[in-house]
């Protein structure tokens, strides 16, 4: 049997049922009485079975008839709770949004974006996933993740990336190093030859080092490389080495005993941008996600 009502007949159907009557029928549901007349018939046909005993002065539902009388009641009632719920997490009321960013994002930018987010949306049930571009490209392609904040342009062709902002270089020293009593930008090329902590090769921050220094056509040779920004920050306070970071990356490791100085010639940005899966519209919990992502790291010295 091929079921193929519409919401509308069925509404027309349980008005007759509620009604008794074709001409109120008709009335209530603006429609001739030959219209719900022929809706019931496309019913009955549909079902296999007659809904209605009808005389000249009464219409009574049939057994069969109350049957579907409580059903479609069910169903329309599951029918309003289904528009209810879509336009629900529409309206950013209920939901999923998960993204994935950058560690030194994660630890910084993101948590405050989210805790404004949930403020505002407490039904929203919020996930957020720490890595390197490589894996979040991964997570976008699967749909674990509705967006990834990166500094990679991804430049797949089932990806887009839209920039969001960028993000300038400092210099960490320890506060008893003798440039840490200055306060003006540093040159690249003047911090060259000092021990530097960095990130391993393949990292966005390594790679915006080797940029830097390539401009004056000096090879970076960092003395320690380590994956975590609290290491690194733990190292520079301990007088180990200085170590050029993203503005939003130092401010992650903050702490008394290392100070920051702006970098220059060149003035290098780490780009911040989106990455989503291409043909993929956002939804409009992630559409304010990234409204308030873009605020948190412009406050935090990002530009846009």
């Known amino acids: 049997m091929k079921i193929n009502w519409s919401a509308r007949e069925v509404d027309v159907f349980l008005a007759l049922a509620d009604t ?29 079975a007659r809904l209605f005993d009808r005389t000249t002065r009464t219409v009574q539902l049939t057994q069969a008839g109350e049957v579907f ?39 910084g930018a993101v948590p405050r974006a989210l805790a404004r987010f949930a403020a505002e ?10 890595c390197l571009a490589g894996p979040a490209f991964d997570m976008v392609r699967a749909g674990r993740v509705d967006f990834a904040l990166t500094a990679a342009n991804p430049a797949y ?39 530097h902590i960095s990130m391993p090769a393949g990292t966005s921050v390594r790679q915006y080092a080797d940029e830097a220094l390539l401009t004056h056509r000096i090879r970076f040779a ?9 290491t690194i920050a733990a190292m520079v306070a301990a007088q180990l080495g200085v170590s050029a970071l993203p503005e939003l990356a130092a401010q992650v490791v903050r702490r008394p005993e290392v100070v920051t ?10 780009p911040i941008g989106l990455v989503t899966l291409r043909g993929r519209r956002l939804s409009l919990a992630a559409v304010q996600m990234v409204a308030l992502l873009r605020q948190e790291m412009q406050q935090g010295g990002a530009a846009p």
């Open 69 to 107: 009388a409580e059903q479609a009641r069910f169903l329309r009632h599951q029918m309003d709770e289904t528009v209810r719920r879509v336009q629900a997490v529409a309206q950013v009321q209920v939901g999923r949004l998960a993204l994935a960013a950058l560690p030194s994002l994660a630890a």
């Open 261 to 270: 100085r702006p970098l220059k010639q060149p003035l290098l940005r780490r």
């Open 222 to 230: 960092p003395q320690y490389e380590v994956e975590h920004l609290a």
């Open 157 to 195: 062709a089932d990806l887009d990336y839209t920039p969001l902002a960028s993000d300038p270089f400092v210099l960490l020293v320890g506060r008893s190093h003798p440039l840490a009593r200055g306060r003006g930008a540093i040159a690249w090329a003047d911090v060259a030859d000092l021990p």
């Open 20 to 48: 008794l009557s074709f001409r109120r029928t008709a009335l209530q549901m603006h429609l001739s009485q030959s219209a719900v007349s022929g809706t019931l018939a496309r019913l009955e046909e549909m079902l296999g």
């Open 121 to 130: 949306h407490p039904g929203v049930h919020l996930e957020l996933f720490d």
